[in-house]
């Protein structure tokens, strides 16, 4: 997600890395295990501490409600961390306010008409 957010493509995670775009798919699709030094290196490169990647991690025993399943699943979507990238990348806080404020009275009118 990372990634994504700093607008930056599989291939040039890759070259950073001095790997090629397949093998950082396998990293992120879970194919392949990551090395303590490439995940430090993948750290640097993307301005994060290494604990960023464990954040999702629960004890075994905690229970995932669906409500937060289905929030961890919209919060993965290219599309929403696209907007999230697009809605920063706005450097007015008053216009990105507005913008915010369009998109909940779109929201709602589709709510209501449910």
Known sequence: MRRLLLGMNQETLANA???TFQQVQKYEGGANRVSASRLSAMADILGVPISYFFGDLRPDDAEITPEDRQWREYLQRPETIEFIRLYYAIPDAKVRRQFLDMAKTVA???????
């Not at 709602?108 to 449910?114: D, G, I, L, Y």
Request: charged content about 30%; overall charge negative.
């Open 108 to 114: 709602e009118s589709f709510e209501a008409k449910q």
């Open 17 to 19: 890395l001095g790997l």
